[in-house]
T-cell receptor, first 113, second 113 residues
Framework: DSGVTQTPKHLITATGQRVTLRCSPR?????VYWYQQSLDQGLQFLIQ???????AKGNILERFSAQQFPDLHSELNLSSLELGDSALYFC????????????FGEGSWLTVV | DAKTTQPNSMESNEEEPVHLPCNHS???????IHWYRQLPSQGPEYVIH???SNVNNRMASLAIAEDRKSSTLILHRATLRDAAVYYC??????????????FGTGTSLTVIP
């Protein structure tokens, strides 16, 4: 158990809908990272937050948005969903400096039908 | 743009040492080298990380070249449980060009019984 909690674990929704994925970081971690991994694809970095502020942005679509709240949990919002958005979405957390370990959650499986 | 380069796949016999190479020729002086591994449908798992000196932990050893342009992850005795995709990542401080925790394509390690 990495200490990073992601909910829901599985989600099935229809095209055009909107979903929210939630991440609770490890206790004491200030930074949250989001990744997308499609079937048989690599891990695509989406976005990173540190103590509520955006720190780094990767290949995140405009239909996707994220935020980190004052209690440090984070949400990834996916809207106007397409079939191609079906993927495993991982959240990770760390203290926030490059010399620290980054811990990953078990992921949220999103299936768009 | 890939910041690290790794072989796509490697094989090892069980109980033999495994040396997984990684090139990071554009690494800057403040970028750490992290290694993670991932089993199918699971979140990436931390293996080891370092900056300049070689590092050892209970899972593996990390050998960093003197010029820091390459590194090698060493699994001292491969077991079947070590079969996974191994990722080498260079990660720098906020504000630097290496500020994204970016996964490349990784090396798929097969362990032969």
């Amino acid at each position: 158990d990495s200490g990073v909690t992601q909910t829901p674990k599985h989600l099935i929704t229809a095209t055009g809908q909107r979903v929210t994925l939630r991440c609770s970081p490890r206790s004491g971690d200030l930074s949250v990272y989001w990744y997308q991994q499609s079937l048989d694809q690599g891990l695509q970095f989406l976005i990173q937050y540190y103590n509520g502020e955006e720190r780094a942005k990767g290949n995140i679509l405009e239909r996707f948005s994220a935020q980190q709240f004052p209690d440090l949990h984070s949400e990834l919002n996916l809207s106007s969903l397409e079939l191609g958005d079906s993927a495993l979405y991982f959240c990770a957390s760390s203290v926030g400096t490059p010399g620290n370990t980054i811990y990953f959650g078990e992921g949220s499986w999103l299936t768009v039908v | 743009d890939a910041k690290t380069t790794q072989p796509n796949s490697m094989e090892s016999n069980e109980e033999e040492p495994v040396h997984l190479p990684c090139n990071h020729s554009t690494i800057s002086g403040t970028d750490y080298i992290h290694w993670y591994r991932q089993l199918p449908s699971q979140g990436p798992e931390y293996v080891i990380h370092g900056l300049t000196s070689n590092v050892n932990n209970r899972m593996a050893s990390l050998a960093i070249a003197e010029d820091r342009k390459s590194s090698t992850l060493i699994l001292h005795r491969a077991t079947l449980r070590d079969a996974a995709v191994y990722y080498c990542i260079s990660y720098g401080p906020y504000g630097s060009t290496g500020n994204q925790f970016y996964f490349g394509t990784g090396t798929s390690l097969t362990v032969i019984p």
